[in-house]
């Protein structure tokens, strides 16, 4: 009985203990929301943060009719591929060209973009690095012939900002984070949104680039701090899937997906 006691008195203590410090962090004014349970506050979701929200006040006495091309009602299917294994020794981008894996790696991700989208897939960007160029050239033999390419400079390897924790053996001059952070922001703000509203069905999307790029893609999409970047790690050839709704939710349906190739092909360089 004296044992039950003690841990009826500990756990209501510790209980004091929590809800003490949750109530201190409840007390904070800025732009923060708070959950029972929950020992640190979590930013509020912007759900204007492409904005493409259409105003409240010009619509709200519109009829259904006229807010067709004013409102976004399709959902955004974007599918981020990372390149193959490429010759990791070479120090200029023109030379990074996909090993024989890397090669092998993009026809086997090539079937499997066209066993899972098939004739849905409605455009297809690719970085203007070779060791993109060439994983996405294998991947469109396995597609249909139709579907428009372009090529983007803006996907294009970087370093996007300075993660944290910093890494220990890349260390990225200051210079190099202010030059490609715009770049490959610009690059989110392009690619990275809800359908435009004359856009009537669904899209899927395919954009094959590089690992730091997809990662800083899924980090603002998902409104989590883009330092964080860093912290998640892509396979070549994975395939990472966004899905951006009407009302500008974003669902991240999958990170860096590797199972269409077989364990022995799985490479991160």
């Known amino acids: 009985m004296m044992f039950l006691k003690t841990l009826a008195v500990s756990t209501s203590v510790i209980g004091t203990i929590v809800y003490t410090q949750y109530a201190a962090f409840s007390?904070?004014?800025?732009?923060r929301t708070h959950h029972p349970g929950r020992?640190?506050?979590t930013k509020?979701?912007?759900d204007n943060w492409d904005f493409m929200k259409p105003d409240?006040?010009?619509?709200?006495n519109l009829s259904d009719e006229e807010k067709v091309?004013?409102?976004s009602s399709a959902v955004r299917h974007i599918y981020l591929?990372?390149?193959g294994q490429y010759e990791i020794g070479e120090t200029e981008p023109q030379k990074r060209i996909l090993t024989e894996l890397g090669r092998n790696q993009a026809e086997i991700t090539g079937e499997r973009i066209q066993d899972l989208l098939g004739e849905k897939i409605t455009h297809c960007y690719i970085s203007t690095y070779p060791r993109a160029m060439e994983t996405g050239h294998i991947i469109l033999k396995h597609l249909d012939k139709e579907i428009p390419v372009d090529y983007s400079e803006l996907v294009r390897e970087g370093a996007p900002i300075a993660p944290i924790p910093a890494p220990e053996h890349w260390k990225p001059e200051p210079w190099e984070f202010h030059r490609d952070g715009a770049r490959i922001e610009a690059a989110f703000r392009s690619f990275i949104h809800r359908a435009h509203p004359s856009q009537s069905e669904e899209s899927h999307d395919i954009v094959v680039c590089h690992g730091n790029v997809i990662r800083y893609f899924v980090c603002r999409a998902l409104q989590n701090d883009p330092e964080g970047w860093l912290r998640l790690s892509l396979a070549n050839c994975s395939i990472t899937h966004l899905v951006v709704k009407p009302n500008g939710n974003v669902t991240l349906r999958g990170l860096g997906e590797k199972g269409h190739l077989p364990s022995d092909m799985v490479t991160y360089n």
């Open 39 to 41: 020992m640190h506050p």
């Open 27 to 31: 007390k904070d004014k800025d732009n």
């Open 56 to 60: 409240k006040e010009a619509i709200k």
């Open 81 to 83: 591929v990372r390149h």
């Open 69 to 71: 091309g004013m409102i």
């Open 44 to 46: 509020l979701w912007d």
